[in-house]
């Protein structure tokens, strides 16, 4: 069995001063969840006396590395850590073995696995299961049935439900939320982000009014109230944190998530992915000049960036239109080298030892300028090329109601040419949904250029877009999306990108449909888009929850007001710098803090949606 | 209030005083001659049987139930076998032990629960005597039989009967025996004549008390403390021996040292004669009570009640606190408090007088203590009062005097005396009251279902409602769907109101109580108020409202409960199969006649088949399942699939082309690459695709062979369905600019500019532009142009200045 590559939760051991900083600079701080979370790691970890290894199910190591490092788990005993495999677990002479799954069935026979060829082995090694985020009772059923679920000495379950990822954001990194919500009408992650609200109360406090649009988010809703009730008796004494929940189905704004996002964040985020606060980006671009070595030896390696609001620079830019973060960073360069500069001007003693004492600021905010010009560039490179242009261009076209209707050319190229076939979805998917439903006709010519292209086997693919609406024959009702869009103004022709005055600004045109909801129930209220709410899936609703007496907030003159957006199957990066916008636009009076299941984009969405999803082919 | 030591009487150090309780409100024809009476201590319920022994079946003997003030609970005839023993269990439960060694226990209002017999050898032998003890364990019952032999059974709710070793010599029933239990043992102490015998599990022994010589006379009355410390004993020749146990089991008995007062009580023995009732000091002094009446005497952790047919009294030691405030010419500092109060109230200035004396002594807080802790033990209720007046009064001139004791007492008080009004009936001393703790207090008032009183409790003493009001309600609605005259809908509207939101109060424990008593109807109304949706699930199940539990376990939103389902065909099922087996997936589309998915099911496998043939068949169960679910493109298009993939394996079988399992597209390519044009058109014909793509596809597979006649010839078969510009930057891609400029002509106008552009031709380029009138082409030909095309560059600002120009 492989050693699980520690670099990752090392890495973040390194950056645990500024983990920490960076969650607790917003209106609510999240060091608190985070905190909590990690106390219970700690008490869990010493309900195992003794030294420990811990076996880990993969996936769950990036969300960890959220919580925990490796150094907090060093200090609880835990000497070794492998990944979970088949077999015999590597020799270690430690007293605890201790599995961080989820609770999943094959991971479960794993788990057996292990512990069947163990056992004539070593005898003398405790056993222990943590699962995450809860336990289930048919896991437990499979370990009995596989007859080791008495060799467990503990079994306990860790709830991760929401986690702290930046700031003013919060997910659950629940992968397959919105595939299960409406493809397999499984609720599970739904009764998760009921439980993790609730978490969430705990600490911060009841939200007394609670907002929702769509069939989920009714259910959370629904479920919030439930467990309510249930905790009732042990009344929450803190003071709200938080004014109102917006819960959002992710299905009432399809569209936004095809859309490719223009902010420099999202557009990290379409090009290179960014994973749990990290990205891997290609090497070539931040090799390090230094004279004399020359070039002979290019790292190889990608180079791993850890991207939150730590970071001065990247916080200032993340969020702006692509378009505006070359003279973002040109200014920013220029205020660096004067800071650097001012040595010449430091004459005294004292003044010299006064820069001296910024140095280490300057050259950190310089090395971080350096790394943000690297990516500017390799990003610039993309979004100049003609195919970034032409696609665009025919995104824009289907966001403004062009041609929505018929066949559309540059889809057709882009099938001859083999492009791939995510693109092709993405650009399909949102045809329909700017049309509100394809007519059959082409609808049938799409699906048959795709299978006779990419391959039959895809029909499972089309059937699961079909089935989450993406996709979707058009029926006798007529096209309501151009009065959505006109109504919920989704198109700004003017959108400025430099210096933005709408949401618009981070689709260079468009504003996301979901935020222009948030933002209306701001203000003046959703009661003057009745008509629009209507015509997007699912009910919309408002409920209250009754504070204890003497918890009621006495607001002070001119504070904001705090609002929780959670997004129910998935938030792009571009949605949550519009929300950014929002909370620092002056006389809004209203702060954002953003959850969601999952952090998406149009790409990680749709696969996820895949049957067979296969690496795009050239 | 001078006579409050009226009432005393001294024994050797200590006082004993009687106190009336109740004046009993029932009415016993007979008194309680004749009767089987049993009593629960900590105020408990008195139970009375009379003439247990009437066999005759025309006249049953009345059972009755009532509580400690005499008040009816209970009263039914007997219609049971002969009744040897009544007693009653720590949970009030009533023990009746029958002559055949069966004991039916009944609940506190008479009703039925369960019997269990104490052995079948009893059967034939007879109960002769049997008897009731309580341990930290529970309740245990202890008989002996005819034929001389001892069961024990040491906790009633877990039932295991132990039969004794016989003793050597006993004939009939022992002259007297008691139980003693400690350190989880329990054994017999018998007496045969003058011998003394403790029996245990394996053996009998002997044992000798020290200082009782069997000239003293057959020992004909034993009895043991209520905490089992000391043992007293009775001759037929009138001497009394007490003994403090040390360990009950060896019998290691100590002479009661006799200088040696401890600081609570000292122990006394109370001997009851048909008219007298003796009361025994170890200092061998008496203290004699006339009695009247047949009374019965219940053991009490700091006292005795002595129940008879009018009346009740408690009489214990006087608690030293208040023997050092009322004993006559008392100057204990609370004696002084209260008097001190007293002259104040007086408007005297003795008060001031009092209080000095105290406070000279520092003893103001010791005095105020004592008060407080002297009214907790007084039942009077003016005693009370005047006591805590005192004390406050005496808190006044103390500064850092924690009111802790004071209030608690007097909340504790309060309480008291509602629960020992004689409506109530539980005369609990504050002792009793502490060690019996307010959880269980609340308890037997629930139980005695005085639910509005235990809800005034809780309330007044602020317990959390988890523990309090909750709890009460629960037991209250617990017991009101039991409630037979009511309907279904009046009970749950009761309920639900009075119950609301109570945090805490489990609907589905309730429901449960109902669906026992068998009313499902109405179990299922009260379950509606159930907020934990998971707690539904399982008692729904349980009355095989399936449909209903399915429903609130999609409500829940808890997959894992999706286990109570396996093996039921339900949609919510599928995403518990999902994490299952595929096969009960498949059976579950079957059952549900869901033929999308069941087809999706046969696609997904075909994928897993490795041999054609069975990929094939699984598809043709996809292409009827589509036929089914009425999708006639799945249809076609699996349709076209296996004809796609019989293609490939013909042609895999004759050219040996590699194509099984390739997309069309694909398949096309990888024909036109080698070189079977024949083929390609063939399925470009078959699957009727667009022309479009297959021109492009053929243009670049042409290109990219280099093939650049068949590019021409193919440009020329027909006019190109994607224009011509495609076929220059196709050549271009493969650098051929020559070939690519044949095609430059046969470009449509609009994209003129750009094929010229394409191979690099400057002059065409601007020539066109300048055709077109287009100043953005002319722009864009501009911007490619460079120092040494002047000339060019010349043209292009005229021809764009002269369309300014107009």
Not at chain 1, 94 to 103: G, T
Not at chain 2, 614 to 625: C, H, N, P
Request: hydrophobic share 35%; glycine share 6%; charged share 25%.
């Amino acid at each position: 069995m492989m050693r699980l590559r520690r670099s990752h939760l090392i890495c973040c051991a390194a950056s645990k001063e500024k983990m920490a900083a960076h969650l607790s600079y917003g209106r609510v701080n999240l060091n608190i969840l985070r905190e909590a979370a990690r106390k219970e790691l700690r008490e869990f970890l010493d309900k195992c006396a003794g030294s420990k290894a811990i076996v880990w199910d993969e996936y769950l190591t990036g969300p960890f590395g959220l919580i925990a490092q490796y150094s907090l788990l060093k200090e609880h005993e835990v000497e070794k850590m492998f990944t979970l495999k088949n077999g015999r677990l590597p020799p270690a002479d430690v007293k605890n073995i201790i599995f961080f799954v989820r609770p999943r069935l094959e991971l479960m026979d794993i788990i057996a696995d292990n512990i069947t060829s163990e056992d004539r082995h070593h005898s003398s090694r405790d056993f222990h299961i943590l699962f995450v985020p809860r336990r289930s009772m048919l896991c437990e059923q499979r370990l009995k049935e596989q007859g080791v679920l008495a060799s467990f000495i503990n079994i306990d379950e860790y709830i991760l439900d929401l986690i702290p990822y930046d700031g003013d954001l919060l997910s659950m990194e629940y992968e397959s939320a919105f595939r299960e919500c409406y493809l397999e009408n499984d609720q599970t992650s739904l009764y998760h982000t009921a439980k993790g609200l609730m978490t969430l109360q705990a600490l911060y406090g009841t939200i007394p009014q609670i907002y929702g649009k769509g069939e989920c988010a009714r259910l959370v809703a629904n479920m919030m109230l439930r467990m309510k009730r249930e905790f009732a008796g042990s009344q929450n004494q803190i003071l709200p944190v938080f004014d109102t929940l917006l819960l959002l189905d992710r299905n009432v704004d399809l569209l936004t998530p095809l859309a490719t996002q223009l902010t420099y964040e999202g557009l990290i985020d379409e090009i290179y992915g960014i994973s749990n606060g990290y990205v891997k980006l290609p090497p070539e671009k931040f090799a390090q000049k230094k004279q004399g070595e020359g070039s002979k030896d290019l790292p190889t390696e990608p180079k791993k960036l850890q991207l939150n609001s730590a970071e001065e620079l990247y916080a200032e830019i993340r969020d702006k239109n692509f378009n505006a973060v070359g003279a973002a960073l040109s200014k920013k360069a220029k205020i660096i080298s004067a800071a650097f500069e001012e040595r010449h001007n430091a004459k005294t003693v004292g003044e010299i030892k006064q820069f001296v004492s910024q140095l280490p600021h300057m050259q950190a905010a310089r090395s971080s300028l350096a790394n943000h010009t690297s990516i500017a560039e390799l990003i610039k490179d993309i979004t100049t090329s003609e195919a970034f242009f032409d696609n665009l261009t025919v995104e824009q076209e289907f966001m403004t109601g062009v041609d929505t209707d018929k066949v559309n050319t540059y889809i057709e190229d882009c099938i001859a040419q083999k492009d791939p076939l995510i693109k092709i979805l993405r650009l399909v998917c949102m045809q329909s949904v700017c049309n509100n439903g394809l007519k059959h006709k082409v609808m049938d010519y799409y699906k048959r250029e795709i299978l006779q292209t990419y391959g039959y086997e895809h029909i499972l693919t089309l059937n699961n877009l079909e089935k989450a609406g993406l996709l979707k024959p058009q029926t006798g009702s007529r096209n309501n999306y151009p009065t959505i869009r006109k109504t919920l103004k989704l198109w700004m022709e003017d959108a400025n990108e430099q210096n933005p005055n709408d949401i618009s600004y981070v689709y260079s045109g468009y504003s996301p449909l979901s935020i222009r909801l948030t933002q209306i129930l701001a203000r003046p209220g959703w009661r003057s888009i009745e008509e629009v709410l209507k015509m997007l899936p699912g009910p919309h609703f408002e409920e209250r929850q009754q504070l204890p007496s003497g918890l009621h907030k006495k607001r002070q003159q001119g504070e904001n007001r705090t609002t929780l957006v959670f997004f129910l199957g998935g938030v792009t990066y571009a949605e949550i710098a519009a929300l950014r916008f929002l909370s620092q636009v002056e006389d809004s009076g209203m702060e954002y803090v953003i959850a969601t299941t999952k952090l998406i984009n149009g790409t990680t969405w749709i696969k996820s949606l895949m049957d067979r999803p296969e690496s795009p082919t050239q | 209030m001078a006579f409050i030591t009226a009432s005393w009487n001294p024994l050797g150090d200590a006082f004993y005083r009687s106190t009336d309780l109740y004046e009993m409100s029932w009415s016993l024809r007979d008194g309680l001659r004749d009767s089987l009476v049993a009593a629960a201590p900590y105020g408990g319920p008195i139970a009375l049987l009379r003439e247990p022994q009437r066999r005759s079946p025309s006249s049953r003997p009345q059972l009755e139930i009532y509580s400690a003030s005499g008040g009816t609970v209970a009263s039914f005839p007997w219609k049971s076998g002969p009744v040897v023993q009544l007693g009653w269990t720590v949970s009030d439960e009533l023990l009746c032990i029958q002559e055949d060694g069966t004991v039916l226990i009944y609940d506190l209002f008479g009703s039925f629960k369960r019997h269990f017999s104490m052995g079948q050898e009893v059967v034939q032998s007879q109960v002769m005597e049997a008897k009731v003890f309580h341990s930290p364990y529970g309740t245990g019952i202890a008989i002996v039989t005819s034929s001389s032999r001892f069961t024990l059974a040491t906790n009633i709710d877990d039932l295991k009967l132990r039969r004794l070793p016989e003793v050597p010599g006993l004939q009939g029933k022992p002259s007297c025996w008691v139980v003693l239990t400690q350190d989880r043992q329990t054994k017999v102490l018998l007496s045969n004549g003058p011998e003394l015998f403790i029996l245990d599990n394996t053996s009998c022994t002997v044992v000798c008390p020290p200082g009782l010589s069997p000239q003293d006379g057959n020992i004909v009355h034993m009895s043991v403390s209520f905490s089992y410390k000391y043992l007293a004993l009775l001759t037929d020749s009138g001497h009394l021996w007490t003994a403090l146990l040390l360990h009950p089991f060896n019998l290691e008995f100590t002479c009661l040292p006799r200088c040696r007062r401890p600081k609570s009580q000292q122990p006394s023995v109370v001997l009851m004669w048909d008219r007298l009732l003796l009361v025994v000091g170890v200092c061998n002094e008496t203290i004699q009570y006339p009695i009247e009446d047949p009374c019965v005497l219940v053991g009490e952790m700091d006292g005795v009640r002595i129940i008879s047919s009018s009346n009740q009294e408690l009489l214990q030691e006087v608690p030293l606190v208040c023997q050092d405030i009322f004993k006559i010419a008392s100057m204990a500092p609370g004696a002084l408090l209260l008097e001190a109060h007293r002259e104040y109230e007086k408007s005297s200035q003795k008060a001031d007088e009092y209080l000095r004396e105290i406070k000279e002594q520092s003893m103001l807080g010791e005095a105020v203590r004592q008060c407080v802790e002297a009214a907790g033990h007084e039942y009077d209720t003016n005693t009370q009062k005047s006591l805590m007046r005192a004390a406050s009064f005496g808190k006044c001139f103390l500064t850092d005097f924690s009111p802790d004791q004071f209030v608690t007492t007097c909340r504790e008080l309060r309480v008291l005396n509602a629960v020992r009004d004689s409506s109530v009936g539980l005369p609990l001393t504050h002792t009793q009251f502490k060690q019996l703790t307010l959880q269980v207090l609340i308890d037997r008032l629930v139980y005695r279902q005085f639910y509005p009183l235990a809800i005034e409790v809780c309330r007044y003493l602020k317990i959390p409602d988890y523990q309090g009001v909750s709890r009460v309600l629960k037991h209250w609605a617990s017991c009101k769907v039991q409630q037979k005259d009511l309907t279904d809908d009046a009970i749950a509207r009761a309920v639900c109101m009075k119950v609301g939101d109570s945090p805490g109060v489990s609907y589905s424990d309730i429901a449960a109580k109902a669906y026992e008593c068998g009313r499902a109807e109405l179990a299922i109304k009260l379950l509606d108020f159930e907020a934990r949706s998971g707690e539904q699930v399982p008692l729904l199940l349980k009355m095989k409202r399936s449909q209903l539990a399915l429903s609130k376990a999609v409500e829940s939103g808890d997959t894992d409960l999706g286990e109570c389902f396996t093996g039921r065909s339900q949609p919510l099922q599928t995403g518990f199969c999902k994490l299952q087996e595929q096969e009960t997936l498949k059976d579950l589309y079957n059952q549900d006649d869901d033929h999308q998915e069941l087809a999706n099911y046969y696609v997904t496998a075909s994928y897993r088949e490795k041999r054609l043939e069975g990929r094939l068949s699984l598809l043709q169960s996809a292409v009827d399942e589509y036929n089914k679910a009425k999708n006639e493109f799945a249809v076609k298009t699996t349709e076209d699939e296996m004809r796609l993939l019989r293609f490939q394996r013909k042609l895999d079988d004759e050219k040996g082309a590699g194509l099984l399992g390739l997309s069309l597209q694909v398949t096309m390519e990888t024909l036109l690459s080698l070189g079977l044009h024949k083929q390609a058109e063939q399925l470009y014909k078959d699957f009727r695709v667009p022309d479009k793509r297959y021109w492009w596809l053929k243009l670049k597979s042409l290109a990219e062979k280099e093939e650049w006649d068949e590019l021409e010839k193919f440009s020329k078969s027909k006019k190109s369905p994607i224009g011509y510009l495609a076929f220059v930057e196709v050549c271009i891609k493969c650098n051929n600019k020559y070939e690519a400029k044949k095609y430059v002509s046969k470009v449509t106008p609009e994209q003129k500019v750009k094929a010229h552009l394409a191979v690099g031709d400057l002059e065409g380029a601007a020539d066109a532009a300048i055709e077109r009138r287009n100043e953005a082409e002319i722009g864009a030909v501009l911007s490619r142009c460079s120092a040494s095309n002047s000339l060019v560059i010349e043209r292009l600002n005229r021809a764009r200045a002269a369309i300014a120009k107009k």
